[in-house]
């Protein structure tokens, strides 16, 4: 039998007097704990959801991996390469892809009697993955895009479209300047999207890869590049690799020369911003932690000091200081635990709640999204409840050595 595991659960299951000091100190250590568990929990579900959700829009609007012309790549200026269907498969064939697709990007002004607006029109054509797109629309619908023919149609966010007062289903005028030439197109609106990822909403419109790349004057077979999406963000950069040692400094059959760029590299200041959000986790994992040992630790030195007199019982009865020192972390063992209980409740109750209801609201101009996501990573909850309890238990081991310092025929006389 485990004596010290015992003792602890015979402590614990006490009732006792109501108007003992540890009373309350129990209810405050288990209190803090909670507490603690609780905002890491939060804490960590929304980071992760915010990280991934951001990420998922700017990759929405591109892609992991943009193959493309190295002038392009290197510069703002749209030069065509031309990727037919083996480089396709050469792409395509690369560890982690989940799906490539072509497109083609031309500067332009939308114009309606009364106001206009620039744009970037990105063609795309029938490998278009509409998955990101269709589901931030909010009027009208996706239309089928072609590399083949100019349908005419295209689809705005609704920042344009509330600019410039149009709705789905109406036509607009489009001008394109290419070499001192204006191009005029008509369009008709045949969806409106918005994602709020302003930098974005602002100037991309979705059109035909055909008319795209009939507005730039280039060959059948150019394109501004092709974008890449990987199966896990995790193995980014070995696809990324791949392209660098396979694909960068090859030449297609008009002499232009093919360069990759990923995400992180093309849009440096918004990763380097979700990266920060993970240090502000971390000092919040800290603080919480500090809250729940001390908590802790402050609740256990009241608990020995207030049963100063069975410890000295124990001792006179050949108890070791090791074995009493184990019943006390063991009777910590279960504040903690319960503490760590009410703590995950709290805090997957909190998540849940706003995940299904939405409750917090953001503004979307300021932080790209309309409420605060949440993601609940199980493994994640896992490891913050181990290390929770790891560490509170660990903090209480120099607090418990004040047990030797305890002698029976002084305890004797201790109140």
């Known amino acids: 039998m485990n004596l010290p595991l015992f003792i602890a659960r015979r402590i614990h299951s006490d009732k006792g007097d109501e108007r003992k000091v540890s009373r309350p100190a129990i209810r405050i250590a288990t209190i803090g704990v909670a507490i603690g568990l609780a905002v890491m929990i939060v804490s960590v579900c929304v980071v992760l959801g915010f990280k991934h959700t951001i990420r998922d829009k700017v990759v929405g609007f591109g892609s992991h991996i943009t193959v493309g012309n190295f002038m392009s790549i290197q510069s703002a200026d749209e030069e065509p390469i031309a990727i037919d269907d083996s480089m396709m498969q050469v792409l395509s064939k690369a ?19 009364n106001d206009f607006l620039g744009i970037m029109l990105k063609g795309v054509d029938e490998q278009f993955d509409t998955t990101f797109i269709g589901s931030n629309m909010v009027e009208g619908r996706m239309p089928l895009w072609s590399s083949a023919e100019s349908r005419n149609q295209i689809v705005v966010s609704k920042m344009m479209a509330d600019k410039l007062g149009i709705k789905a289903g109406e036509r607009i005028f489009a001008y394109f300047f290419d070499n001192g030439n204006v191009r005029t197109r008509r369009f008709t609106i045949s969806g409106i999207y918005e994602t709020n990822l302003t930098m974005f909403d602002k100037n991309i419109v979705f059109g035909d890869l055909h008319t795209a790349r009939k507005l730039n004057g280039w060959k059948d077979d150019q394109v501004s590049g092709a974008e890449v999406t990987v199966s896990n963000f995790e193995q980014l950069d070995k696809t990324a690799t791949y392209y660098i040692n396979m694909v960068n400094r090859t030449t297609d059959h008009y002499g232009e020369t093919f360069s990759s760029v990923t995400i992180k590299n093309a849009q440096p200041a918004i990763f380097s911003w979700l990266d920060l959000l993970d240090l502000n986790v971390w000092i919040i994992l800290g603080l919480m932690i500090c809250v729940a040992g001390i908590t802790m630790i402050s609740g256990l030195l009241i608990i020995i000091l207030e049963r100063t007199n069975m410890i000295g019982v124990l001792k006179a009865l050949g108890a070791t200081n090791t074995t009493i020192r184990h019943t006390f972390l063991w009777f910590a063992v279960f504040i903690i635990g319960r503490g760590m209980l009410f ?9 849940l709640l706003q995940r299904f209801t939405g409750l917090v609201k953001l503004e979307p101009a300021t932080y790209y999204v309309s409420t605060v996501p949440v993601e609940i990573n199980l493994i994640y909850i896992i490891l913050i409840n181990l290390a929770t309890l790891f560490i509170s238990v660990f903090v209480l081991i120099a607090p418990s050595y004040l047990i030797s310092h305890i002698h029976p025929a002084k305890s004797m006389r201790y109140e």
């Open 95 to 113: 560890p982690g892809v989940a799906h490539v697709q072509r497109y083609t990007m031309k500067q332009g002004i939308l114009k309606t009697d």
């Open 343 to 351: 703590g995950n409740i709290i805090g997957l109750g909190l998540v």
